[in-house]
């Protein structure tokens, strides 16, 4: 069993910054793939960043260039950079581990 907790999710205006952590209860080299994906309200789930084992990372469209994700082998942590925050970043945002494992989800909200 694997368990992913999210973190640092809050309430922020558009053009602020935040950041998102994910811990996980064993090392992430057990996993091929990290990743985040967010959910709004009446909308599908989608895909934000992954980043592979080998560092190969992969973004949506909305979020390139404004996100970064990150990990810390060490603290089993993986992150999202968010800059620039849109009000349609808002959302839940789960950590996901090789499309197997996800986390209770962080709130993040974006007002105009």
């Known amino acids: 069993q694997v368990h992913l907790v999210e973190s640092g999710g809050g309430l922020v205006q558009a053009g602020g910054s935040l950041r998102l952590s994910c811990a996980a209860s064993?090392?992430?080299?057990?996993?091929?793939?990290m990743g985040w994906y967010r959910q709004a309200e009446g909308k599908q789930r989608e895909l934000v960043a992954t980043?592979?084992?080998?560092?190969?990372?992969n973004y949506g469209d909305s979020v390139k260039g404004r996100f970064t994700i990150s990990r810390d082998n060490a603290r089993n942590t993986v992150y999202l950079q968010m800059n620039s925050l849109k009000p349609e970043d808002t959302g839940v945002y789960y950590c996901?581990?090789?499309?197997?494992?996800r986390g209770q989800g962080t709130q993040v909200t974006v007002s105009s």
């Open positions: 996901d581990a090789d499309r197997n494992f």
């Open positions: 064993r090392s992430i080299f057990s996993f091929n793939v």
């Open positions: 980043l592979t084992s080998t560092g190969s990372t």
